[in-house]
């Protein structure tokens, strides 16, 4: 499903016009990443978290060359899905 089907999706799910439904999604997501950027996590009861996972700087290799090199530190978003939505697949 892409953004455009999502839109759609929830436009007949809540009676929205597209319009509508497209306004709710971008909001939504503006404010996750906001949140993200700012180190706070989201959590939704019965769907997941969104957090922000710390990737410690390491050692890697090129693999054409093969030497060594140095990976700087990282934020990585991360979701963890709840046990609703687990249980609902499974």
Known sequence: MNKTELVAAIADATKLDKKAAAA???AFTSI???ELE???KVQIVGFGTFEVSQRPAREG???????T???A???APKF????AL???IN
């Open 24 to 26: 709710a999604l971008d």
């Open 32 to 34: 996750v990443t906001k």
């Open 38 to 40: 700012a180190d706070n």
């Open 61 to 67: 290799r090129n693999p054409r060359t093969g030497e």
């Open 69 to 71: 090199m140095k990976i």
């Open 73 to 75: 530190a990282t934020k």
């Open 80 to 83: 963890k899905a709840g046990k």
């Open 86 to 88: 687990k249980d609902a």
